[in-house]
């Protein structure tokens, strides 16, 4: 694979991550990070929805006439949403149920119309497609993390096996319902964010007077 | 019927606020929260928009889209079209955002440049397509939904009002160098959102 290439995958993964530098895809991300099952299935959700989009995109962005852009890709990403929704629902109910209005949101999903936006509307299918993928591995990659550790220390599993034996079974371990109420998750971020910028001190931001 | 109306409306401001508890609109929040004047404009831009579209797609969805609701036509008795719910519901917001964008265009210049291209964003803003998939979850009645979308709204804007008045603040405090920007609004969301958990009373 050409070098170039490899910086179009490989790049969101840390150095210009969606979420913790372009500040796109953040909702979905809060939600769903109660446990890693539902992480992960948004994970692979997002990446299926950004990939088609963005080949699609990218192969009509000469046809796409540039004031009604924004609606083009809309539909084309709510097709496709519609289609992970439908098969979810077929085949994965009680994740489904359990992501509730989250599959839907992936639609307003800042990041999939951001990436559309900025790279998939003017560069070819092939990087479009890499940049998708890489963005998408980029959101999974926090939204595990902070899944990871809410189930972690809140219930104690990891994917739905258990790790710490809690209490309520005899063990040691006394959850944390802490982790699995709405504040952690900024919390979280914020801390994935912090680190991020301690490692790569070139993404910090200067004091705007804004 | 009053009571539940301002119970649900409590509800949707306060303990099931959108922003801080659902984390819908996320996006905009963060980025238009820098100055208190810019994001009342916001909030009262995503009330408006959300006010109108939550009992809009409320009609619409069950006109059209719930199951058995084309009964009407003759030999559409089994036809459930739910399944383009996503499709509709993002067409009317987008309609909505666009005429909301004009009117403030026309009243207020200097509104639309404050807000600049975070006006058509709205149409991309989660709180607004969430509150919709949630008032059709939920099975909320018409006014309820209109109370919801309200709630929501005012809700949100609360938020995002706070957070600018805060960040305001923020200026004038040493922050770590790599926590300054993005990692010291979310503490302060975080802070925020346990507060309004009190309001559900832990």
């Given at each position: 694979?050409?070098?170039?290439?490899?910086?179009?995958?490989?790049?969101?993964?840390?150095?210009?991550?969606?979420?913790?530098?372009?500040?796109?895809?953040?909702?979905?991300a809060l939600a769903?990070t109660?446990?890693?099952?539902?992480?992960?299935?948004?994970?692979?959700?997002?990446?299926?929805?950004?990939?088609?989009?963005?080949?699609?995109?990218?192969?009509?962005?000469?046809?796409?006439?540039?004031?009604?852009?924004?609606?083009?890709?809309?539909?084309?990403?709510?097709?496709?949403?519609?289609?992970?929704?439908?098969?979810?629902?077929?085949?994965?109910?009680?994740?489904?149920?359990?992501?509730?209005?989250?599959?839907?949101?992936?639609?307003?999903?800042?990041?999939?119309?951001?990436?559309?936006?900025?790279?998939?509307?003017?560069?070819?299918?092939?990087?479009?497609?890499?940049?998708?993928?890489?963005?998408?591995?980029?959101?999974?990659?926090?939204?595990?993390?902070v899944?990871?550790?809410r189930?972690?220390?809140?219930?104690?599993?990891?994917?739905?096996?258990?790790?710490?034996?809690?209490?309520?079974?005899?063990?040691?371990?006394?959850?944390?319902?802490?982790?699995?109420?709405a504040p952690t998750g900024f919390l979280l971020i914020?801390?994935?964010?912090?680190?991020?910028?301690?490692?790569?001190?070139?993404?910090?931001?200067?004091?705007?007077?804004? | 019927?009053?009571?539940?109306?301002?119970?649900?409306?409590?509800?949707?401001?306060?303990?099931?606020?959108?922003?801080?508890?659902?984390y819908?609109?996320?996006?905009?929040?963060?980025?238009?929260?820098?100055?208190?004047?810019?994001?009342?404009?916001?909030?009262?831009?995503?009330?408006?928009?959300?006010?109108?579209?939550?009992?809009?797609?409320?009609?619409?969805?069950?006109?059209?889209?719930?199951?058995?609701?084309?009964?009407?036509?003759?030999?559409?008795?089994?036809?459930?079209?739910?399944?383009?719910?996503?499709?509709?519901?993002?067409?009317?917001?987008?309609?909505?955002?666009?005429?909301?964008?004009?009117?403030?265009?026309?009243?207020?210049?200097?509104?639309?440049?404050?807000?600049?291209?975070?006006?058509?964003?709205?149409?991309?803003?989660?709180?607004?397509?969430?509150?919709?998939?949630?008032?059709?979850?939920?099975?909320?009645?018409?006014?309820?939904?209109?109370?919801?979308?309200?709630?929501?709204?005012?809700?949100?804007?609360?938020?995002?009002?706070?957070?600018?008045?805060?960040?305001?603040?923020?200026?004038?405090?040493?922050?770590?160098?790599?926590?300054?920007?993005?990692?010291?609004?979310?503490?302060?969301?975080g802070?925020?959102s346990?507060?309004?958990?009190?309001?559900?009373?832990?």
């Amino acid at each position: 694979m050409k070098s170039p290439h490899r910086d179009t995958l490989l790049d969101p993964l840390f150095d210009n991550n969606p979420i913790a530098l372009q500040v796109l895809g953040i909702c979905s991300a809060l939600a769903v990070t109660k446990q890693v099952a539902t992480a992960l299935v948004m994970t692979v959700a997002v990446l299926f929805v950004m990939s088609c989009s963005s080949v699609a995109i990218s192969a009509l962005r000469r046809r796409i006439p540039s004031d009604i852009r924004i609606i083009v890709e809309l539909t084309i990403m709510t097709t496709l949403v519609i289609v992970t929704d439908q098969v979810l629902k077929a085949y994965f109910f009680d994740v489904s149920l359990r992501l509730s209005v989250f599959v839907g949101l992936i639609i307003t999903n800042c990041m999939v119309m951001g990436r559309a936006e900025a790279y998939a509307i003017r560069n070819p299918p092939l990087p479009s497609l890499l940049d998708a993928v890489g963005n998408a591995m980029g959101y999974g990659l926090i939204l595990l993390t902070v899944a990871f550790v809410r189930e972690l220390f809140g219930k104690g599993t990891v994917l739905g096996y258990r790790v710490l034996t809690t209490v309520h079974d005899g063990g040691w371990y006394e959850p944390n319902v802490l982790m699995e109420l709405a504040p952690t998750g900024f919390l979280l971020i914020a801390c994935c964010v912090w680190a991020i910028r301690v490692w790569k001190p070139e993404q910090r931001e200067e004091v705007d007077d804004a | 019927m009053p009571e539940q109306f301002g119970a649900l409306l409590v509800k949707t401001i306060f303990t099931e606020n959108v922003a801080l508890s659902f984390y819908l609109g996320m996006c905009s929040f963060l980025a238009i929260s820098k100055r208190v004047e810019t994001a009342l404009g916001m909030g009262l831009a995503v009330t408006f928009v959300l006010a109108i579209t939550c009992p809009l797609n409320h009609v619409l969805y069950h006109a059209l889209l719930a199951d058995g609701a084309l009964a009407w036509i003759p030999g559409a008795e089994e036809v459930d079209l739910s399944f383009l719910t996503f499709m509709i519901l993002i067409g009317t917001i987008a309609a909505t955002v666009q005429i909301v964008e004009m009117a403030i265009e026309r009243s207020s210049p200097r509104l639309y440049a404050a807000l600049g291209v975070f006006l058509p964003l709205i149409a991309v803003n989660c709180a607004i397509l969430g509150s919709s998939l949630f008032m059709i979850e939920r099975d909320y009645s018409l006014g309820e939904s209109f109370v919801f979308g309200t709630g929501s709204g005012l809700g949100f804007a609360i938020a995002i009002v706070a957070l600018a008045a805060i960040r305001e603040q923020l200026r004038y405090s040493d922050v770590p160098e790599s926590l300054r920007g993005l990692g010291i609004s979310f503490l302060v969301v975080g802070l925020m959102s346990f507060g309004f958990l009190a309001f559900s009373g832990m």
